[in-house]
């Protein structure tokens, strides 16, 4: 168990519509990161945050925008879903957001019908 | 856009055995790392490797660095079935830890 928890586990939903996903981090680490894998696509960074505040930006879709709360517990809005954003989303979270190793989460298994 | 290519794609290998998986990368770097992931469950990190270290042992782990070629290897000693999994590696270049993978090698270790 790395100690960071996402919310939910399996999510379903149409193409159009809107979801939310969400992070818990380890306790004590301030910067957390959002990943996207697909088979296509591969792993992909999406976002970072440190602190609440936004850090760096990698391949995230206009329609994704991300935050995290002052409690340093994050979510991934993810809008007008299309079919190709199925994929697995990932939630990492490190001390620091440098030259260390990140810890992972178990994943949100998002599929868009 | 993937920054570390990973070779082989997918490598079969009997329990006991060592297993190599090579990795090449584009850019210049701050670290690389070195991620486990068991069938489309979280990564687990393994090893990190500096840009100025050449080698670095953990347990049954080693890898290796070599940023002239632009590459690293990591090899597990004596595997067992439980080291199934696919292996990723990860470059750092800003030292934001905002990684870039590469699309990861398939080990399959067999009884």
């Known amino acids: 168990d790395s100690g960071v928890t996402q919310t939910p586990k399996h999510l379903i939903t149409a193409t159009g519509q809107r979801v939310t996903l969400r992070c818990s981090p380890r306790s004590g680490d301030l910067s957390v990161y959002w990943y996207q894998q697909s088979l296509d696509q591969g792993l992909q960074f999406l976002i970072q945050?440190?602190?609440?505040?936004?850090?760096a930006k990698g391949n995230i879709l206009e329609r994704f925008s991300a935050q995290q709360f002052p409690d340093l517990h994050s979510e991934l809005n993810l809008s007008s879903l299309e079919l190709g954003d199925s994929a697995l989303y990932f939630c990492?979270?490190?001390?620091?957001?440098?030259?260390?190793?990140?810890?992972f989460g178990q994943g949100t298994r998002l599929t868009v019908v | 856009s993937q920054q570390g290519e990973e070779d082989p794609q997918a490598l079969s290998i009997q329990e006991g055995e060592n297993a190599t998986m090579n990795c090449s990368y584009k850019?210049?770097?701050?670290?690389l790392q070195w991620y486990r992931q068991n069938s489309g469950r979280g990564l687990v990190h393994l090893i990190l490797?500096?840009?100025?270290?050449r080698e670095k042992h953990s347990g049954r782990l080693r890898v290796t660095l070599d940023t002239s070629k632009k590459s690293s290897s990591l090899l597990i000693t004596a595997s067992r079935a439980a080291d199934t999994a696919s292996y990723f590696c990860a470059t750092d270049p800003k030292g934001y830890s905002t990684l870039t993978f590469g699309k990861g090698t398939m080990l399959l270790v067999s009884p």
């Open positions: 945050y440190y602190n609440g505040e936004e850090r």
């Open positions: 490797i500096r840009s100025n270290e």
């Open positions: 850019t210049s770097i701050n670290n």
């Open positions: 990492a979270s490190s001390v620091t957001p440098g030259d260390t190793e990140a810890f």
